[in-house]
């Protein structure tokens, strides 16, 4: 063993939950939405709009992950309306002001993975992934240890989120 491998361990506690948990059937996005704004906090929606919802990725990629998907089921892109397309892009934009003024990132991924092939895990129901980056996050740990550094509670940075959402509807 290298002094890297017995040195140090870092502990997630909360991959395991999507591990070991059972799958959920069904869709969880179409879930989140039919459990309405009463779930929203547990559900870490940021915000809901007339045909989208902006919600933090349980699971994510970086810290700050955001998602915006349609409350319609739709697999592709094309089958949106126009509306949905409008708002999936205006919530996206807010995505970006809020993560911003939070997070101070200095950079972002955003994207579609359409499809199991392009790497969808919920081929079914077409979400924007909204994901902060910065420069030289992209480090060791997930190539040696395939383990992602989350550096703040996925509950904390929903709260400072809504608060940003808030303090820009006043403003």
């Not at 039919?34 to 940021?46: Q, S, T």
């Not at 972002?108 to 499809?115: A, D, E, S």
């Not at 240890?145 to 996925?154: D, H, I, K, T, W």
Request: charged share 20%.
């Amino acid at each position: 063993m290298t002094d890297f491998q017995t040195a140090h361990q870092l502990w997630a506690p909360w991959r395991m939950e999507f591990i070991r948990g059972p799958k959920e059937e069904g869709c969880f996005l179409c879930r989140i939405i039919r459990e309405g704004p009463a779930g929203d906090a547990g559900n870490l929606v940021v915000c809901r709009g007339k045909a989208c919802l902006l919600l933090m990725n349980r699971y994510p990629y970086n810290g700050g992950h955001l998602m915006v998907a349609p409350y319609r089921h739709a697999g592709r892109l094309e089958s949106l309306t126009a509306g949905e397309r409008n708002e999936m892009m205006e919530l996206t934009c807010l995505a970006e002001r809020l993560l911003e003024r939070v997070m101070k990132p200095q950079g972002f991924n955003m994207g579609i993975n359409q499809g199991a092939a392009a790497g969808a895990g919920l081929k079914d129901h077409l979400h924007m992934h909204v994901v902060p980056r910065w420069e030289g996050d992209t480090n060791f740990m997930p190539v040696l240890g395939s383990v992602r550094v989350v550096p703040q509670a996925l509950e904390e940075m929903h709260a400072a989120l809504v608060a940003e959402l808030g303090r820009g509807k006043k403003g």
